[in-house]
């Protein structure tokens, strides 16, 4: 009945050699860095390289944005001569000229002030309704659900693009940045609410949020400071994601004629404008077409690249 | 006694499996040996992560993810399976070696209909072919597994089943084509008791009609023991012990074998006593004179369930329920799924309001008090749930999940809520360094004792525990039954302990009040009811204990 | 199942008002001369303009004005254009090549999605998943007028495969470019969502019972993972023709494809306002039915919907 070595099929009763350690049931084990959703998203994301080239291109658009002048000395309308019309590239002008004369690459980085003023704006706009009308529905459920679910609904059926379509052309005179902020932000928002309210439902059953309103917390209390943060992270994605569509969306705007107004700096009025003279002069129409691409492509990967830090299969897995 | 030469049906020798990660290669299973002759039911028992599940699908070659055997050999008759590629292992699968998965809801295409699934296995294992002889066989197989109707079930959705119906479903495919082994792993554990037994009883049945060997996977010593003539006991990715499965409850040697059958609730065992005090229950009457902390009376919950689009009926949850806690005692409420034990909870601390019949805590009936009492009330009931991945909140660490009551219920300042947080992660024992870490860092043994730290913040006399110890491995769970009882009877508190494990109700609680689909069948205490139960219903659940008959260890020893 | 066609049919109905209203709400409730804002910077005919506030009734109050517009679509009176066509009679004429468009691009989406999604998803993290993937990440950041302009000059004008406008013949020969185009940008998000659910759905458990039954990959995974891997993209492609629509509109106007799409487009630009509500309300109403549409085809695909217990 003992250890028998030559029998370990146990047809008859085999035991193993005990271990020297004392059995400790369930011990604590932590690694020494702490481990929260937060901090490991970070530090699977820091050591990934197309994390760090999207931050970049996002930096430097960003930058462009703000201090136009960090890289490009020219004005964007003031130096346009009709006799540069569709030039190519010469001195102090790198990517040569459009079909009005105006520098390429000054009306691309002064273009970058539009597309992200309005991409930002237009998206916390959306994320912000978004948040509030998908937060409540989920969580207060019954009539209050019905009704915000059947609003989301309907602003859901209108594409967003035709309905801003629709509203800047009725506030035709009236075009100007938080027009085209709320025309977009204000009908997309409904899918952000969708996400949103999934997600509350979700964090809704779990336990600690019963825990929470067996403790006597009030149900609006329990929302703000244990159903929200869990729904942060794929908040968090969203947004990013968004932004990227909210900057394609100001460019189609623009590109259709119905953007901030054709004096305007706009990679999608560049596009617009240089349509015309796309046989001749591609160029003009190719340039902003990569840099709109390009950081809309970095919002997008770095939308992805959170979404996958943050999810708790992949922790599992890492 | 010697062994008849027989040969073996299956042989595993030095089997290694490795799955690979990021971070390279590990190993989960080290060196496994084991036979299985032809005709046997032998059972591999483990608690969660010792490498049973792995093995079992190490022999059918479906291991999850990344998971490759590594070493060692898997030999069917003359054949090792570790050489197949997975185009040859399919003509194993099926017709050599069924296999019975665990949760049937998941694990049965939700598209397709019964019958569909059931055809297709017949189809690919060439026990029948055209179209009429398929349909035939696989009625067959249906009508075998125990399913009434197996006709008009074919046609139906997976989700029109119950559980029992599922698993009955699949374990009729499993044994389709008369496979020689069939490999059941935890086939009954997502399932109701009662079910629970009439399912394996059924499948014992259909294995000794047809001859097949079974490789059962339990987590559970007593199933194993009942069901099986050899048990494996596994930890770790190792085989620890194996032999006949009475020599190994009644005899264990090895150190986790003994602990595992020490710590197995059955209805051998005995109350688990806190160290402190004796405190024997044998009657009622000893209770009657300890003044009640919690009395329920005739609590009733009706809910409206909505049939088809416009019509809702109301369902009766809840039926009359009437019970009395004593301070300081436990009361199980145990019942099956459907029986309501879990809204009776959920009533008691105030979460849901009962469409009749009244709560009462020290004699004080809590549906009339205001707002700001029932806020107070709160303090004097917690709750502790079932699951341990749920029950706190990831973006908070441990330390403010402790301290949140104190901060809802504005006790103390700053200071003294960390002293409380020290003072409950001792009596909890936790270490203190746990304070500032999260909830993912922590198993689940780890996270239940921080949730009942939390439930004892605010010094509460009632705690409401809602399967606490359910989703916990053997050995984890006695643990925290122990922890429990020392806290019980170090603080004063009473418990009502919610449970669908009778023998957990023998080791965890001085009164027992048994459920069914609302109503209340029996209450006593625990050793009234376990030695001498009146109604139907809780014979046939003390019946359905895996492993009722069969003397444990220790048990055995001290002349029961 | 009945009880699910019910339900979704009267879903339908406040969303349908809803949607209807929203549009004639942001034209119409707003501050300022409707009639005079919808013209934008142009000056207008004072005929058109007496005409066009008959037409929308605006001496009346807003409600009144919404119930005519709306009893006016039942009719079949979708109202006229700026030019004065009725718009009845444009979409007579653009609705079939616009449909035409559609087929074309929906069927080269589907078709690339479904089989390269699958593929990908099969050979996961190899080059061929890579190779796809990034692709795809590059169609779905290319906003689809960028798409159409690269395509109309590399394509069309440069290595001449196409012709790089449409015009007046459209048949189903002519609608190559455009539909690709089209398909392509819709293509994108469809693969990457069709490989992320043949992903999840090859870890589900009866993928692994059915190996366990003895099934090959050639059985396992066309017939327990495609339909149930479906599912997902066939609910999202009704969200997605939304986008087509905004799609269409844009390549219509740059390929000069005489659809629905060219008129709003050309609308836009023009800045007509009352043909622009016009036809995004058609296109709105299209989009609603489309979306109703396939709520009740996905009836037909997911069993647990049909047969509640």
Known sequence: MSSDLNDPTGVNHYVAPAATTTLVVDAVRVDEKPSNLWSDAWRDLRRRPVFWVSLLVVAIVLLMAIWPTLFTQVAPNNGCELSNSNGGPSDGHPLGFTFLGCDVWSRMVWGARTSLTVGLLATIIGTVIGLIMGAFAGFYGGWLDSLLSRIGDIFFSIPYILAAIVVMSVFSTNRNVFTLAFAIGGFAWASTARVVRAEVLRVRQADFVTASRALGKSRFGTLISHVIPNAIAPLLVITTISLAAAIVAEATLAFLGVGLGSDVMSWGNDIAQAQQSLRVAPMALIYPSIILTVTVLAFILLGELIRDALDPRARARR | ??????????????????????????????????????????????????????????????????????????????????????????????????????????????????????????????????????????????????????????????????????????????????????????????????????????????????????????????????????????????????????????????????????????????????????????????????????????????????????????????????????????????????????????????????????????????????????????????????????????????????????EIHKVGDAASRRARVTELLDQVSLPQSLA????????????????????????????????????????????????????????????????????????????????ERGKVVEQGTVDEIFANPTEQYTRRLLDAIPGASIPLGGAAAAGL | MFGYILRRLLQVIPVFFGATLLIYFMVFALPGDPIIALFGDKTPNPAVVEQLRAQYHLDQPFIVQYFYYITGIFQGNLGSTFSGQSVNDVLARTLPVTARLAVMAIAIEFTLAIIIGTVSALRKGKLFDNTMLIIALIFVALPIFVLSFLAQYFLAIQWGWFKPTVGAQNDWGDLWLPAIVLGLSLYATSMRLMRSSVIDTLNQDWVRTAYSKGLTRSRVVPVHVLRNSLIPVITNSATNFGVLLVGATVTEGIFNVPGVGNTLFHAVQKHEGPTVVSFVTVFVIIYVLVNLVVDLLYGLLDPRIRYVK
């Open chain 2, 1 to 406: 006694m010697s062994e008849t030469a027989r040969e073996p049906l299956l042989s595993v020798r030095d089997l290694r499996v490795a799955f690979e990660s990021q971070s390279g290669s590990r190993e989960v299973l080290h060196d496994v040996n084991f036979d299985i002759f032809p005709g046997e039911t032998i059972a591999i028992v483990g608690e969660s992560g010792s490498g049973k599940s792995t093995t079992a699908s190490a022999i059918i070659q479906l291991l999850p993810g990344t998971g490759h055997v590594t070493a060692g050999s898997i030999m069917l008759g003359d054949d090792d399976l570790t050489l197949r590629n997975q185009a040859q292992m399919a003509n194993i699968r099926g017709r050599e070696i069924g296999y019975v998965p665990q949760d049937p809801m998941s694990n049965l295409n939700p598209v397709w209909s019964i019958g569909f699934q059931v055809k297709e296995a017949v189809r690919a294992n060439g026990i029948a072919s055209g179209k009429k002889e398929i349909e035939a066989r696989a009625i067959e197989v249906l009508k075998q597994a125990g399913l009434a109707d197996a006709e008009k079930r074919m046609h139906q959705y997976p989700h029109q089943f119950s559980g029992g119906m599922r698993q009955r479903a699949l374990i009729g495919i499993g044994l389709a084509a008369d496979p020689k082994l069939l490999i059941a792993d935890e086939p009954t554990s997502a399932l109701d008791v009662t079910v629970q037994r009439v399912i394996l009883d059924h499948m014992a049945k259909l294995t000794r009609e047809k001859g097949t060997s079974v490789l059962l996977i339990t987590h559970d010593l007593g199933l194993a023991a009942e069901r099986a003539e050899r048990i494996i006991v596994m930890k770790d990715g190792e085989i620890v012990e194996s032999g006949p499965s009475r020599l190994i409850l009644e005899n264990p040697q090895h150190p986790y074998t003994q602990r595992l059958v020490a710590a197995a609730p059955s209805i051998a065992s005995q109350r688990i006593q806190a160290v402190v005090e004796d405190r024997g229950v044998q009657s009622l009457a000893d209770v009657a004179d300890a003044a009640p902390t919690l009395r329920v009376r005739e609590l009733t919950k009706d809910y409206k369930i909505r049939q088809g689009s416009f019509r809702s009926e109301p369902f009766r949850a809840v039926d009359a329920v009437s019970f009395e806690i004593p301070r300081g005692k436990t009361l199980a409420l145990v019942g099956e799924s459907g029986s309501g034990k879990s809204t009776v909870a959920k009533m008691v601390l105030k979460l849901e309001d009962p469409t009749s019949g009244s709560i009462e805590v020290d004699g004080v009936d809590v549906a009339g008090l205001s707002r700001k009492e029932t806020f107070a009330l709160r303090r004097r009931m917690q709750p502790v749930f079932q699951d341990p991945y749920g029950s706190l909140d990831p973006m908070r660490n441990i330390g403010n999940t402790i301290a949140e009551p104190l």
């Open chain 2, 436 to 515: 500032s870490r999260y909830a993912n860092e922590l198993s689940g043994g780890q996270r239940q004792r921080v949730a009942i730290a939390r439930a004892l913040a605010l010094k509460p006399d009632i705690v409401v525990l809602d399967e606490a110890v359910s989703a916990l491995d053997v050995l984890v769970q006695d643990q925290i039954l122990k922890l429990l009882a020392d806290l019980q009877s170090e603080l004063g508190l009473t418990y009502l302990f919610i449970t669908h494990d009778l023998a957990v109700v023998r080791v965890a609680a001085d009164l027992v009040c048994v459920m």
